[in-house]
């Protein structure tokens, strides 16, 4: 590590202050994703606002004004992005020697029950070496350190040779992905590092798959729920087979075997009788899959064609499975190439450790690599969706030291990559 490495890191560490109060900051935007509408465009202001003060070419878009996102096959309609800004900001390099981008979605999960809760979800709370609220690991953590890396490195007044792009961008949960659709295509990139990772590790595979709803229901009238509910049983079999499939198709992978990923590819969302009804049942889950759209939909099509005659013979009638959000398509990035190995060698520097190398949940990386190719990655420190305070849970938290190192990691690799 040189002198000017050094400095930064110290840097990092002076100032850990400002930015575990920087990610509290940011967590007191209420930036809900309400599912086909969302809050993103105050904490996209002040974004904005954040990269104007550090001198970049600083833009607030809606994914929708850019040309040619609402046409894409990755554009998902219905999300009400002609609303929803993102922010960019550019820092042009004096090299000419290409560009990074580093991104991270502004909005978040709604926030459920509130009685779940027991620090406010939009307080910022920093306590017990932790900072709690809505979104704190996913995503404004990356939000926070990207912002923060960039102006360590900017302190030091050292050159930079490549453009260095932050791209805080919208519609990210619920499988929308136009807030990353529009950033890709408007600031095409050599490299791009997508800060909506876990467990400080690096993620070299975009998982595929998506959400799914099926409907049954049961002819005619009745005040009993019992037969559609037998119908339904004889569906929950056969998902769970097919649930057992993804997990060995993930056990198979070199990216996902014996991650929370291969655990958790099969998931029921909900299930139960309709309200208000004794003749409509639903059943929602998620599924991931290194498999096509069509390699699925064909599996999902053959339990149909196995459930009908036992079904019509219970009077029970359902329009088949319904994709709830897009399909998200399988796809890994190129490992090998220099950008990542300089990151994951940054990661480890920093925090010490090894640092493993495995797959993504679902997340914007496979629009990212759609649009960009395999040099992308996703590199971020949300809790496991699984965990007390993991992501999508009450009481969402980060831990302080995890910040910092994760910033320290993005200033050496902005420090080693770009001048």
């Not at 949960?173 to 490299?191: I, Q, R, S, T």
């Not at 498999?291 to 064909?298: K, L, N, S």
């Not at 219970?314 to 990151?343: I, K, N, P």
């Not at 590199?379 to 849970?393: E, K, M, T």
Request: overall charge negative.
């Amino acid at each position: 590590m040189n002198d000017i490495e050094k400095r930064a890191l110290a840097a990092v560490e002076a100032g850990r202050e400002e930015l575990f109060a920087l990610l509290a900051q940011l967590i007191r935007f209420d930036s809900q994703n309400l599912c086909g509408d969302g809050r993103e465009q105050a904490l996209a202001e002040y974004m904005a606002q954040r990269y104007r003060a550090l001198g970049m070419e600083t833009d607030l878009y809606c994914p929708d004004s850019v040309p040619g996102v609402c046409e894409s096959p990755l554009y998902w309609p219905g999300h009400n992005t002609a609303h929803r800004p993102n922010a960019t900001g550019v820092l042009r390099g004096v090299g000419g020697c290409g560009s990074v981008m580093l991104a991270a979605h502004t909005d978040t999960m709604p926030v459920g029950d509130l009685s779940a809760w027991r620090v406010p979800p939009f307080g910022g709370v920093i306590r017990d070496g932790r900072i709690y609220g809505l979104g704190a690991g996913d995503n404004k953590s990356g939000l926070a350190a990207a912002l923060f890396a960039l102006s360590t490195v900017l302190a030091l007044g050292v050159p930079l040779r490549r453009d260095v792009i932050l791209t805080a961008y919208c519609d990210e949960e619920f499988g929308g992905g136009n807030g990353a659709l529009a950033a890709c295509v408007k600031y095409p990139c050599d490299d791009v590092i997508n800060l909506d990772g876990g467990n400080y590790e690096l993620w070299a595979a975009a998982l595929g798959g998506g959400c799914f709803r099926i409907v049954l229901e049961r002819e005619g009238t009745s005040d009993d729920c019992a037969p559609v509910y037998r119908a339904l049983s004889l569906l929950m079999q056969a998902l769970e087979a097919f649930g057992g499939e993804r997990r060995r198709e993930l056990a198979a992978n070199r990216y996902y075997a014996g991650t929370d990923m291969q655990r958790s590819a099969f998931r029921i969302a909900s299930f139960g009788s309709l309200p208000d009804s004794h003749t409509k049942a639903s059943v929602d889950f998620v599924l991931y899959t290194t498999r096509t759209r069509e390699q699925i939909r064909g599996e999902l099509d053959a339990i149909l064609a196995s459930l009908s005659p036992a079904w019509r013979e219970m009077g029970v009638h359902t329009q088949g499975f319904m994709a709830t959000t897009r399909f998200f398509d399988y796809m890994e990035c190129d490992a090998a190439q220099e950008t990542f190995s300089l990151l994951h060698a940054c990661a480890q520097e920093a925090a010490g450790r090894p640092v493993r190398v495995c797959g993504s949940c679902l997340t914007d990386l496979s629009v990212i690599m759609a649009q960009h190719g395999a040099r992308a990655c996703n590199f971020g420190i949300l809790r496991d969706f699984s965990l007390p305070g993991g992501a999508h849970q009450p009481d969402e938290y980060v831990e302080c030291s995890q910040l910092e190192a994760y910033t320290k990691a993005l200033t050496l690799f902005l420090l080693r990559h770009c001048t």
